[in-house]
């Protein structure tokens, strides 16, 4: 792997590209990534994917919690589709804090 130094840029392959395909910078200004940071980056990106599919995932659940309140079967059932919209909403807002600091952490490439 090799991160463009302009751009933050990260390439997968043997050596670097002739040009930065984000920046337009040139081979030399790409360095080689280091083999601990190279694992960071791969797991990273395993793990933003998972968090991905969660959130997908919690979408799904919100709207059928919304179907669920707006059904109004029982006070009991109510309660478990109103906690789901509101806790699903929060585990949302965690993905996207910990996407993020991933990214600032320069693990996501």
């Known amino acids: 792997m090799w991160r463009c130094t302009v751009c933050g840029y990260i390439h997968t392959g043997g050596e670097a590209p002739e040009k930065c395909p984000k920046c337009g910078?040139?081979?030399?200004?790409?360095?080689?990534?280091?083999?601990?940071?190279?694992?960071?980056?791969?797991?990273?990106?395993?793990?933003?994917?998972?968090?991905?599919?969660l959130y997908s995932l919690l979408d799904q659940a919100q709207e059928i919690a919304a179907q669920g309140k707006e059904d109004n079967l029982d006070p009991n059932c109510v309660a478990i589709f109103d906690r789901l919209g509101k806790e699903g909403g929060i585990l949302q807002q965690?993905?996207?804090?910990?996407?993020?600091?991933?990214i600032a952490k320069n693990k996501w490439g």
Request: hydrophobic fraction near 40%; glycine fraction near 0%.
């Open 25 to 53: 910078a040139s081979r030399d200004k790409f360095t080689k990534i280091e083999e601990k940071t190279r694992e960071l980056i791969e797991r990273s990106r395993f793990t933003n994917l998972l968090l991905a599919e």
């Open 94 to 102: 965690m993905i996207k804090a910990e996407i993020a600091a991933h």
